[in-house]
């Protein structure tokens, strides 16, 4: 508490140091302006006896600095433009709209989430500290909390692991926290069911980083597995959507 007090402390004595935005020009062209023609002195290199000094140019106004942004807003608008008289072709032509249309949008890729057969990873059930202990998980589900704890074997691995098989010897009656469900990552997580697939990839991805290696084939399998189950998805899509048409 006491080192998060100092660092908001510091933060708003930095802040309230900070110069407002456009005083410093002004100050600079101010000091500028009043600086007049040399009364005697020593002279600078290359300066003629008795001549002024130059005077430095006032720093230009912000509404005088060419914006970046409105110079790419322009080109954009320009570069429209002259696609549109290009498809225009000869006077009483109709628009060639297709020459008209600018680069549409990459389309998101399909994410879908698959468990990989002979992986386990997520039977690690003691995480380490990279990873948020059952008590921050469970802290609203006692119940669950205690059955969680009462799951993990000395080695750190769920008593109910086969090692040698890499299977559940409970898989049908497992726990619900067990599953990989959108319900289950919704009620512990927050995680909505539009980004259920992501997270649950990711999920994976980071459990099997933890227990078998960032190099590891576990992991190389799982990501050809999510790769031909997603792609079977998008493929079933595109099915659903020509029926629809």
């Not at 680069?103 to 998101?108: D, G, I, L, N, R």
């Not at 990279?130 to 993990?152: C, G, N, Q, R, V």
């Amino acid at each position: 508490m006491l080192l998060l007090r100092a660092a908001r402390t510091a933060a708003t004595v930095a802040a309230g140091a900070r110069r407002k935005p456009g005083l410093l020009p002004v100050a600079v062209a101010g000091l500028s302006s009043s600086s007049g023609a040399p009364s005697g002195g020593r002279r600078r290199k290359g300066q003629r006896r008795g001549e002024a000094k130059p005077q430095p140019q006032p720093l230009p106004a912000q509404s005088e600095v060419p914006s970046k942004k409105k110079s790419n807003a322009r080109s954009a608008k320009d570069r429209k433009a002259r696609l549109v008289e290009e498809a225009q072709g000869p006077p009483g032509q109709e628009i060639d709209f297709e020459l008209v249309k600018l680069q549409p949008e990459k389309p998101k890729r399909v994410v879908k989430w698959r468990c990989a057969t002979g992986c386990g990873a997520c039977c690690k059930l003691d995480k380490g500290p990279e990873f948020p202990t059952p008590d921050e998980i469970f802290s609203d589900f006692p119940e669950h909390l205690e059955l969680y704890k009462s799951m993990i074997g000395p080695d750190g691995w769920c008593n109910n692991y086969d090692k040698t098989n890499r299977t559940c010897n409970i898989y049908e009656d497992r726990p619900f926290f067990c599953r990989v469900e959108p319900k289950v990552f919704d009620e512990f997580f927050g995680v909505p069911r539009s980004k259920f697939d992501r997270e649950a990839c990711s999920a994976c991805v980071d459990n099997i980083k933890m227990v078998y290696g960032q190099d590891s084939a576990e992991l190389g399998n799982f990501k050809r597995v999510i790769k031909e189950e997603s792609k079977k998805h998008e493929e079933s899509m595109k099915e659903v959507q020509l029926l629809d048409t």
